[in-house]
């Protein structure tokens, strides 16, 4: 019988973390005399009660491990568990929000897709503000660096979060678990601070900086205005675009970057794929536009950098509205929102990898159209794939593509336009941010779509944030009797 007490040990023990972070937002209300201090203090004590008693009462299971199927239990597990408890300020305090709006604003957070049903995000108290942020940071890498940060604990490798998060270390570049955990917290938070200080040089107030830093290395997309990223263009647009796609890196490269080995990035065949096809995508787009519209070089060549950058990443901010420019660029940038940012990430969607084996299976194939007698090997940047991980790929691909067929169509059938539901779609299992439509509000808001349309949305961050497989797994009975 499977025993589930390490996978409420760490349930518990996330959400009592949850509800001491809930102290920040309560203490910036409080210091500016705002009463919405009140919800996050109630919200911060039932989570740390709830997450005390959980953790408390199977503290027993220390010594017991967790095996694969608890890995991946418990990775499906946080990001709906701990949304529930993130969205209890949004409900019992501003902006007052009903249980499906405060769920789907705390999942959309925590997924960092950066879909927003809030409006009037310039008059919302400040600590709800940081607590969007908040839930983003932890969303993008915290909740995952933190499980792995325990999991020695529990005498387990820990490796199987990585494979369900998505995560590829590209080689055992350190003997333990809790090295890698601590090393990626390390270049994570340097990396927010990097980004914090470097938009307060660039003219960005102290707030919005914090904000904006803590969403931008999650590649989350919360702003503190209902403007977003077009609040701040100009030079703050180019600081962003560096940060995003430093957050869209390997973070495993990163952490040998800053252990002396910069080799290993620069040589990381996923790497240059990614920052070649960003280069391609912008180099279209601008053409395009250049030839369309008006205006100077300069300005399309930094609005299109910054908005293909955010999409590419799974950021989400915006600087224009992306579907004004054109259905070729509209196009261009919904594609680049599939690819997604590398494996190893804080980015989603697909994945620079997968796309990679997927190329270079279909060449394989092509060329053994033209002599079958011929073996060859499957190679990316010179090393051999296994037939396993092309397979994972190839299953990968038709699982993502049906979800996405399939929520596109159920949210076309709750009322959506045509546009509204296939971006909804794309947007929710990309884990991007901004949808396009009539429905969508001019701040990019969805709080016009139906309660149906909201929770189909809600699947599909869900799903896409777990990578798809690693959800539906769990409903095949050979699974949990293996």
């Not at 990614?274 to 205006?295: D, P």
Request: charged share 10%; net charge neutral.
């Amino acid at each position: 019988m499977l025993d589930l007490r390490p996978v409420i040990y760490l349930v518990g023990l996330l959400t009592f973390t949850l509800g001491a972070l809930m102290l920040l937002p309560m203490a910036l209300d409080l210091s500016r005399g705002d009463p919405n201090w009140r919800g996050f203090a109630l919200s911060g004590f039932a989570s740390l009660l709830v997450g005390g008693l959980l953790a408390g009462a199977t503290r027993n299971s220390l010594g017991v491990g967790l095996g694969r199927r608890q890995s991946f239990l418990l990775a499906s597990s946080l990001w709906l568990v701990l949304p529930a408890f993130a969205s209890v300020p949004f409900m019992i305090g501003a902006p007052q929000a009903s249980w499906t709006d405060a769920y789907f604003e705390a999942i959309s957070g925590m997924t960092t897709t950066g879909t927003t049903v809030f409006v009037g995000l310039d008059d919302m108290p400040r600590g709800v503000l940081l607590w969007r942020s908040i839930l983003q940071w932890l969303g993008g890498l915290g909740i995952v660096v933190v499980a792995l940060v325990f999991l020695p604990v529990l005498r387990v490798g820990g490796m199987q979060h990585f494979q369900s998060e998505g995560f590829d270390t590209l080689g055992k570049i350190m003997p333990r678990v809790y090295d890698i955990s601590r090393a990626l917290l390390q270049v994570y938070l340097a990396l927010t601070l990097a980004a914090i200080i470097a938009y307060m040089a660039f003219g960005m107030g102290g707030f919005d900086a914090l904000n904006h830093g803590l969403t931008t290395v999650a590649t989350g997309g919360f702003s503190t205005t209902d403007q977003s990223f077009a609040a701040f263009t100009g030079p703050l647009e180019y600081v962003s675009v560096l940060f995003m796609v430093l957050a869209g890196l390997p973070f495993i490269r990163l952490i040998q970057l800053m252990g002396g080995q910069p080799t290993a990035l620069l040589q990381d065949v996923q790497v240059r794929a990614f920052l070649r096809w960003i280069a391609y995508a912008v180099g279209v787009i601008v053409l395009y536009r250049f030839a369309t519209e008006e205006g100077t070089l300069l300005d399309i060549l930094r609005g299109t950098l910054f908005n293909v950058v955010t999409l590419f990443t799974g950021t989400g901010y915006g600087s224009e509205d992306v579907s004004a420019w054109g259905d070729f660029p509209l196009m261009v940038v919904m594609l680049v929102g599939f690819i997604g940012a590398c494996t190893a990430s804080t980015g989603c969607s697909l994945k620079v990898f997968r796309f990679l084996v997927l190329f270079e299976a279909i060449k394989l194939r092509m060329r053994q159209l033209g002599s079958p007698h011929q073996v060859v090997a499957l190679r990316l940047g010179g090393k051999r794939l296994e037939e396993d991980v092309v397979s994972s790929v190839i299953v990968m691909f038709t699982a993502f593509a049906g979800i996405f067929a399939l929520l596109a169509a159920a949210l076309a059938l709750s009322g959506l336009d045509t546009r509204t539901a296939l971006t909804a779609a794309w947007t929710a299992i990309c884990n991007v941010g901004p949808a396009f439509g009539p429905e969508v509000g001019p701040t990019g808001a969805v709080d016009q779509f139906s309660t149906v349309a909201k929770w189909l949305m809600m699947l599909g961050m869900y799903l896409g944030r777990l990578e798809v497989l690693a959800v539906l797994v769990l409903f095949f009975p050979r699974f949990w009797r293996s």
